[in-house]
């Protein structure tokens, strides 16, 4: 398993990302399993974009938040090639605050990768690459970023995307529960996510809510913490 580590980190400061050409500012390119998602467990090369507008309570890639280098286009693309990937996740950060973004998605499903995009859910999706997996954040009250949720983005969501809710607290599973009903979630994408924070709320207690509530949602854990204990380049 190969990784590029890109980044410094400075979790206080607010996001500075200088890009320009056709490049991206990315804080890592690694060959891993997938840790949550409809594709856990699928070998996957991860592009981790830098910056992040947003400011979660639990995020656990503030080292992604600055730093970070300029690749071009051609050079990203070369490194993920290097791996003979099947899948290819984007990833931050939030990966839609560089405008390129938008560009790199399409030319990795024109090399026929299956890619997905994990998004925070606070900027716009409308123009992401059909192809594209988007697996949406819906922030929670505890996640105390819940005001930047973009709700207009549903109404772009696909079929074979994802709506993620990371659960903290009791109070954030009955929101979550009623933005599932407000929005019909489940009956616009084939996967609902709901995933305990880790080291805020207990998986089996998450579980039981779920089962006693008939809920048609995933629950999910993240693999990667239980395999290499949340360390970049994984
Ligand atoms: S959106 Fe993601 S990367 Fe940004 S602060 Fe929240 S958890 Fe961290």
């Not at 929005?183 to 996967?191: E, F, P």
Request: hydrophobic share 40%; net charge negative; aromatic share 8%.
């Amino acid at each position: 398993m190969s990784s590029i580590p890109l980044a410094d980190s400075d979790a206080s400061s607010p996001p500075s990302i200088t890009t320009g050409g056709e490049g991206l500012r990315i804080t890592e390119i690694f060959y891993s399993l997938q840790g949550e998602a409809r594709t856990v467990g699928l070998p996957t090369v991860f592009v981790r974009l830098t910056g992040c507008p947003l400011r979660c309570v639990y995020c656990d890639t503030a080292y992604a938040f600055s730093g970070g280098q300029m690749m071009s286009l051609g050079q990203i693309l070369n490194e993920v090639a290097s791996h003979r990937p099947r899948y290819v996740t984007v990833t931050g950060g939030e990966p839609l605050a560089q405008p390129n973004c938008l560009p790199l998605l399409e030319q990795l499903c024109d090399a026929g990768y299956e890619v997905s995009l994990e998004t925070s859910g606070a900027l716009p999706v409308a123009a992401v690459d059909k192809r594209v997996v988007k697996v949406l954040d819906l922030k929670t009250p505890a996640s105390e970023e819940v005001q930047r949720n973009d709700y207009d983005n549903i109404a772009h969501l696909n079929a074979h995307d994802q709506v993620k809710f990371v659960i903290c607290d009791r109070a954030d599973y009955e929101w979550a529960r009623f933005k599932l009903d407000q929005y019909q979630l489940a009956d616009k994408v084939t996967d609902v996510l709901f995933s305990p924070s880790h080291g805020q709320l207990l998986g089996r207690e998450l579980a039981g809510w779920i089962l006693e509530d008939n809920l048609p949602v995933r629950m999910q854990l993240q693999l990667h913490k239980y395999l290499w204990d949340d360390a970049p380049g994984h």
